[in-house]
């Protein structure tokens, strides 16, 4: 049996000195991942998808290719909040900015 | 140019004799001593005569309408040019619907034989004289820029700038070729026709296009602070310039996706 | 010519070999070249060892998104290389550089084959040369044409370029202000939902044949550019016309008073896109005093443009058109390799750090060192 290849990620940023870890953890892993599937939009128009990846063999490589699926998913999953959080924060700050800047708020845009 | 094009210049032109000038992209350019409609025997000016042909590519109701309105708009335009005193050939006659126009011949044969457009010239120098950054060369392009800059404050636009289409001439240069000519006030139109001369001259004049586009437009320049229009003439070449930068900067930026 | 085209050629061997891997768009392409030591001429030809392509298509009414496109490529690009060097019969390691796609194009599946790139480089110790997508399609067309000094009419899905040589660089004379005239195609397809499979031009190119009657369009040449967004936006409208459900105003031919059909539609869309494009041409052809054209880039397969180009040509001394067929003129990876080893032979290498890519890479910022005429 061959030593299994764990593929490990790890994100820092500014306001995240500390970072954050990723690891595939126990599986069962697959290639098919749950954020690298094919759009809706191209299913919804009646399209198909061809373009799957094959199967993981069960080999060391073909494992890796599983779990790198899985970390994957898991890093774009974490990405993608992380983006909705800064959005969300930016839209409040924004809001925020202009009730100062000029003195809008609910109901005093009637007047113009 | 083939000998079709000919035979059909001929039948057009029958009792004409002419000598062949150019091939342009659109029109065939021939010269001739012989007046379209005054039989004088001691006229010994020549004309020019430009003659656009049938395109067979294209489909004849696109080839109809684009011949018949680029006739009448190249003709229109030098009319407006020669009431403004803009340098540029005069109109001594047009038939429309084949796609001629009769005019003024300006320009003089250079050393090499070609006709004396901008283009010739700096080619000439490059090639055969090397002296491509004399005075006589910057003097040239200052008034030539200075022509562009008076076409510009008449709102008026060529459309097509490029140096083979600034002829070159005893009494300083004139502009030719108004088929894709248009009227507009618009700061963004002027920057385009002044970006389009630019590319030209940046891709036929490679080694010496930076000198020559300055030349260009310190003149152009010339032509809006020297006080024969209006004061606000300065204000809109400052417009027209920030525009340029910004025309310039789009045609770097355009995305090519796909 | 007289660059030397050898200074880094390896010590007793007579030949090259590069792979290319083109993904710039919605095709994958894997390409082997090979060249013998010397000039390439008439009688020393680049020798095509292997060219495989595999196209995402999309269903009809969409367009393709790029993380599709880039999935695509992605879960394609091995299974891709594998067949190519067992057409080619060679192994990894008889190569002497990888070469690939650095831009123009969109951002996702350039990045995707990139990723493919480097690791086959990692892999078997070769050299990366990125090359710009267009340099690749003219180098390509004037190979398989052998035409010496052509202007060249770059026309695709993202592309509309008018090119002449000059100076070791490819100057673009021409070009479209607003859409590349293949996306012009694409989006009107979509518009009558004209499948896309194999190619939306394809499928208009078939219909125009049927086509009968010209409906007038908007005819916008400027000098040396073009611009097709409003023509793009008035057939859009005469489309949504025909298909209004509410019967409204359709529109009839001007002469025989019959209804106008989408054949006609494509039909006069390609006549007005194509006498633009050729119109273009030949005001480059006039301004660089040249004859020859070369045109490139997957709308340079319709025939059409083909034939209208030809009579162009026709009425102009010793003038000639060049073109290729689908195999070259489509994205494609075998031009990717055939540019790259060129670039390779001048020691042109790009080294890992830099092989980054970018959407916006303009034909003129490449230094055009194998040619010197």
């Known amino acids: 049996m061959t030593q299994d290849l764990v593929p490990t990620a790890h994100y820092e940023s500014p306001s995240e000195p500390k970072g954050y870890d990723f690891i595939p953890g126990d599986g069962p892993h697959s290639t098919i991942g749950e954020t690298t599937k094919i759009s809706d939009i191209v299913i919804n128009a009646g399209g198909q998808d061809r373009d799957t990846p094959s199967e993981a063999k069960d080999t060391a490589l073909g494992q890796l290719r599983a779990r790198l699926t899985t970390i994957q998913d898991k890093i774009n999953i974490f990405l993608t909040n992380k983006m909705k959080e800064e959005k969300s924060s930016k839209e409040l700050k924004d809001l925020e900015k202009k009730m100062l800047d000029e003195g809008v708020d609910e109901g005093s845009s009637d007047n113009e | 140019m083939t000998d079709r094009l000919v035979d059909e210049a001929k039948l057009l032109l029958r009792n004409v004799s002419f000598q062949i000038v150019s091939q342009g992209a659109e029109a065939l350019v021939f010269k001739t001593n012989i007046h379209p409609y005054f039989n004088d025997d001691q006229d010994e000016s020549s004309y020019i005569i430009k003659y656009r042909p049938r395109k067979p590519y294209r489909h004849p109701k696109i080839d109809k309408s684009i011949t018949k309105s680029r006739t009448i708009g190249e003709v229109k335009f030098m009319f407006k040019l020669a009431k403004a005193g803009i340098r540029a050939p005069r109109v001594v006659s047009t038939d429309y619907f084949n796609g001629i126009i009769w005019m003024e011949h300006i320009g003089y044969s250079l050393p090499d034989g070609k006709e004396s457009t901008l283009k010739n010239w700096l080619w000439y120098l490059e090639k055969v004289r090397g002296e491509s950054l004399s005075e006589e060369v910057q003097r040239i392009c200052v008034e030539v820029g200075y022509l562009i800059g008076d076409l510009h404050l008449n709102d008026m636009i060529h459309g097509d700038l490029t140096s083979s289409n600034i002829m070159l001439d005893k009494k300083g240069p004139a502009l030719i070729d108004f088929g894709l000519s248009s009227y507009s006030a618009l700061p963004e139109d002027k920057a385009v026709d002044l970006y389009v001369l630019e590319r030209a001259m940046n891709s036929t004049h490679a080694d010496y296009a930076s000198e020559y586009n300055s030349w260009l437009l310190k003149g152009y320049e010339k032509a809006h602070s020297d006080g024969h229009y209006s004061k606000q003439a300065n204000k809109s070449f400052v417009e027209i310039i920030k525009r340029l930068e910004d025309v310039r900067l789009r045609g770097r930026k355009r995305s090519m996706i796909g | ?373």
Request: proline letters at 4%; aromatic letters at 6%; hydrophobic letters at 40%.
């Open chain 3, 1 to 373: 010519m007289t660059v030397d085209l050898d200074k880094y050629a390896k010590p007793g061997k007579s030949y090259y070999i590069a792979l290319g891997l083109e993904g710039s768009a919605n095709k994958l392409g894997v390409g082997i070249i090979k060249h013998k030591l010397g000039q390439l001429s008439d009688s020393n030809r680049a020798e095509v060892l292997a060219n495989i392509r595999d196209t995402y298509v999309s269903p009809p009414g969409e367009g393709f998104l790029p993380r599709d496109t880039a999935r695509h490529h992605r879960n394609w690009v091995v299974r891709l290389i594998k067949k190519a060097l067992s057409v080619a019969g060679v192994k990894g390691t008889d190569l002497d550089c990888i070469c690939f796609t650095q831009g123009p194009g969109m951002g996702a599946p350039l990045q995707s084959v990139v990723i493919a790139a480097r690791t086959l480089s990692q892999l078997w110790n070769l050299p990366l040369v990125g090359v710009n997508h267009c340099v690749g399609h003219i180098e390509m067309g004037r190979e398989i044409t052998r035409s010496e000094n052509p202007v060249v009419l770059y026309v695709s899905g993202g592309n509309t370029q008018v090119i002449a040589y000059s100076k070791q660089r490819y100057r673009i004379f021409g070009e479209t202000l607003d859409i590349a005239v293949g996306n012009c195609l694409d989006r009107f397809a979509r518009t009558l939902r004209i499948p896309n499979d194999p190619a939306p031009g394809y499928n208009i190119e078939q219909m125009a044949k049927k086509g009968k009657h010209y409906v007038p369009l908007p005819y916008t040449v400027k000098g040396m550019d073009l611009s097709m967004s409003g023509i793009l936006a008035n057939i859009e409208s005469l489309a949504a016309d025909m298909f209004s459900s509410k019967g409204g105003k359709k529109a009839v031919d001007e002469e025989t008073g019959e209804l106008i059909t989408p054949e006609d539609l494509c039909f006069s869309l390609q006549e007005t896109l194509f006498s633009m494009l050729v119109e273009i041409t030949e005001r480059a052809l006039a301004h660089v005093q040249s004859n020859q054209v070369l045109i490139v880039g997957g709308v340079g397969s319709n025939e059409r443009l083909q034939e209208m180009m030809g009579l162009m040509v026709r009425d102009r001394k010793n003038g000639s058109v060049y073109s290729t067929d689908e195999r070259f003129c489509i994205d494609n990876g075998i031009m990717i390799a055939h540019a790259g080893l060129l670039g390779y032979r001048m020691g042109q290498i790009t080294p890992l750090d830099n092989t980054v890519c970018t959407q916006r890479f303009r034909t003129d910022e490449v230094f055009v060192e194998w040619r010197d005429d």
